[in-house]
Structure formats: structure tokens, C-alpha cells
């Protein structure tokens, strides 16, 4: 992959969460909220965006969609947001033209759209965000995994995961083919170099690591100053642009983290030797 490639990969991650009323889907899409009624045959539509209503019942986030009857043989760039679509619905609307898919919501939901065939697609981009404790979270590993085994062929193959209650386990995750990933939740960096060698084609990786600092501070800063002795070798991994998003950066400036950042950047720079780019942002 090119630098022009590259560039154009990590624009897409920043697209991942604004397709649904962003400029290039304000004049082209058609904006829909659930439920709906017979959609009906959009023959000549390419673009299409539909958001539903996200209902709360309990713990668990229920997104419903009526039976659409869609038909839509020259759609190209698809955006949902909380819909659930199964069956003849799922089939329509992932067409065989489908060249850009981009979800976001529940994990189940976008695993039964995803059993679809993807082949066609240029770019996938799945959102999942989590605001309370949701069940899914037990079913996390298995169905990502299905996900992701999926998608050989899609050039650009980004997940997000947003969540402000549940710390994601990433412990058995295989996700070969993903190319983007953005973490919004507590990860130790352990736990990060652990699991990047089961997304050995990740380019570009986003994490958020306020509360990892906040709450392991010493064990974040030993591991990160002393890299090539737990880890002896460089990986193999393709990552080429890193962000490390940090709440709290202005207020660690007079901390030993502005001392060692020098000393990390390179041992990161070892330890990963395609990166060329690392951003540190407060929000």
C-alpha cells in the first residue's frame, strides 16, 4: 500500500462514524427513520442512509425495522444506524453492487447483516457502541470473529468499538483482515501487543488510553520504557499510523510520562517498524 493509499485509508477512519448526514450523503441519500412502511422499488438509487430509533427495554437495546419490501439493484454506498434488517430485507439491501457497507449499533445486528455475502464490497465499516451493560458482551468474541473471517477481499475493513460501561475482552479474537481499528474503551498495552498479532493486516490502529493511564500507570510506563525486554524481537505488524487519544495529557505534563516520551516513541518505532506516524490527541 502507497503512501497515496495510506493517506486515503486513514481518512476513511474518520469517516467511520460520519457518513450519516456528512456532505457527501446530505445531496445524494435518503434519510429514513424507523419503523417504516414499504420503502418501495428505488431503482436508480446509489446512495442510501437509514437511521432508526434506538428503544430501551430493560438492559438491552431493541432495534426494529418493519418489513420493508427494498428493492434497490443499483445501490453502491449504504449507512445504517440501529436497524435490525434479517431476511428477504438483509438480502435486498446487501445487494450483489454493494460496494460500501457502514453500520453502526448493536453487534447482533450487524452479524446477521454481515451473513450476507461481502465479497463485493470495497470498504466495510462497523460501529458498535455501547452505553449500559448489554448481554452481547459474552457473545463478542464469537461473532466478531465470524464477522471478520468474512471479509478476505475488502480492502478497507474498519471496526470501532465505543463503550462507556464494559471493558471488552480481546482475549480469542481473529480478525485477519481487518485494516482499521479504534478502541474507546480500557485497554492495558499488554493486552494491546497481545492481541495485535491475530490482526496481523491492521494499518491503522486508534485507542483511547486515558483510563489505562489513570488507573496502570506504573505498570503502562515500565512496559513502554523497557519494550524489548518483554518483547526481544520487532513485530511483524503493518501498522503505519498509531493514535493515542488522552483525556488527561495536559494535566500528566509535569509527570515522568513527558520524561520517558522520547524514550517510548522510539521503542514503539522499534517495536513496530512500518510505523510512520503517531498522533497524541487530548480528546
Given at each position: 500500500?502507497?503512501?497515496?493509499?495510506?493517506?486515503?485509508?486513514?481518512?476513511?477512519?474518520?469517516?467511520?462514524?460520519?457518513?450519516?448526514?456528512?456532505?457527501?450523503?446530505?445531496?445524494?441519500?435518503?434519510?429514513?427513520?424507523?419503523?417504516?412502511?414499504?420503502?418501495?422499488?428505488?431503482?436508480?438509487?446509489?446512495?442510501?442512509?437509514?437511521?432508526?430509533?434506538?428503544?430501551?427495554?430493560?438492559?438491552?437495546?431493541?432495534?426494529?425495522?418493519?418489513?420493508?419490501?427494498?428493492?434497490?439493484?443499483?445501490?453502491?454506498?449504504?449507512?445504517?444506524?440501529?436497524?435490525?434488517?434479517t431476511g428477504k430485507d438483509a438480502q435486498a439491501i446487501m445487494g450483489h453492487g454493494l460496494k460500501r457497507f457502514s453500520y453502526v449499533g448493536?453487534?447482533?445486528?450487524?452479524?446477521?447483516?454481515?451473513?450476507?455475502?461481502?465479497?463485493?464490497?470495497?470498504?466495510?465499516?462497523?460501529?458498535?457502541?455501547?452505553?449500559?451493560?448489554?448481554?452481547?458482551?459474552?457473545?463478542?468474541?464469537?461473532?466478531?470473529?465470524?464477522?471478520?473471517?468474512?471479509?478476505?477481499?475488502?480492502e478497507h475493513v474498519h471496526c470501532e468499538i465505543r463503550s462507556a460501561y464494559y471493558d471488552w475482552s480481546m482475549v480469542g479474537i481473529d480478525?485477519?483482515?481487518?485494516?482499521?481499528?479504534?478502541?474507546?474503551?480500557?485497554?492495558?498495552?499488554?493486552?494491546?501487543?497481545?492481541?495485535?498479532?491475530?490482526?496481523?493486516?491492521?494499518?491503522?490502529?486508534?485507542?483511547?488510553?486515558?483510563?489505562?493511564?489513570?488507573?496502570?500507570?506504573?505498570?503502562?510506563?515500565?512496559?513502554?520504557?523497557?519494550?524489548?525486554?518483554h518483547y526481544p524481537a520487532p513485530s511483524s505488524s503493518k501498522i503505519k499510523t498509531l493514535r493515542l487519544v488522552d483525556e488527561n495529557i495536559?494535566?500528566?505534563?509535569?509527570?515522568?510520562?513527558?520524561?520517558?516520551?522520547?524514550?517510548?516513541?522510539?521503542?514503539?518505532?522499534?517495536?513496530?517498524?512500518?510505523?510512520?506516524?503517531?498522533?497524541?490527541?487530548?480528546?
Amino acid at each position: 500500500m502507497g503512501d497515496s493509499d495510506e493517506e486515503e485509508s486513514n481518512s476513511l477512519d474518520e469517516e467511520a462514524v460520519t457518513d450519516s448526514g456528512g456532505s457527501d450523503w446530505e445531496s445524494v441519500s435518503s434519510s429514513i427513520s424507523s419503523p417504516v412502511n414499504s420503502v418501495g422499488n428505488a431503482v436508480a438509487l446509489v446512495d442510501l442512509s437509514i437511521t432508526g430509533v434506538v428503544q430501551v427495554s430493560g438492559a438491552n437495546n431493541v432495534m426494529n425495522a418493519n418489513d420493508l419490501d427494498l428493492v434497490f439493484p443499483k445501490l453502491e454506498r449504504l449507512y445504517l444506524e440501529n436497524i435490525s434488517l434479517t431476511g428477504k430485507d438483509a438480502q435486498a439491501i446487501m445487494g450483489h453492487g454493494l460496494k460500501r457497507f457502514s453500520y453502526v449499533g448493536s453487534i447482533v445486528a450487524a452479524s446477521q447483516l454481515c451473513k450476507q455475502p461481502l465479497r463485493n464490497l470495497d470498504t466495510l465499516i462497523l460501529v458498535w457502541v455501547e452505553k449500559q451493560y448489554s448481554e452481547e458482551a459474552d457473545d463478542f468474541v464469537t461473532l466478531t470473529n465470524e464477522i471478520f473471517n468474512k471479509t478476505d477481499g475488502i480492502e478497507h475493513v474498519h471496526c470501532e468499538i465505543r463503550s462507556a460501561y464494559y471493558d471488552w475482552s480481546m482475549v480469542g479474537i481473529d480478525w485477519p483482515y481487518l485494516t482499521h481499528l479504534s478502541l474507546g474503551f480500557m485497554i492495558s498495552f499488554k493486552e494491546l501487543f497481545d492481541m495485535l498479532p491475530k490482526v496481523p493486516n491492521l494499518v491503522f490502529l486508534n485507542v483511547d488510553i486515558t483510563k489505562c493511564i489513570d488507573h496502570e500507570f506504573a505498570e503502562a510506563t515500565e512496559l513502554l520504557t523497557n519494550i524489548k525486554k518483554h518483547y526481544p524481537a520487532p513485530s511483524s505488524s503493518k501498522i503505519k499510523t498509531l493514535r493515542l487519544v488522552d483525556e488527561n495529557i495536559s494535566l500528566r505534563s509535569n509527570s515522568c510520562c513527558k520524561h520517558t516520551f522520547g524514550g517510548v516513541i522510539e521503542n514503539l518505532k522499534w517495536y513496530w517498524p512500518q510505523l510512520r506516524k503517531i498522533d497524541l490527541q487530548d480528546n
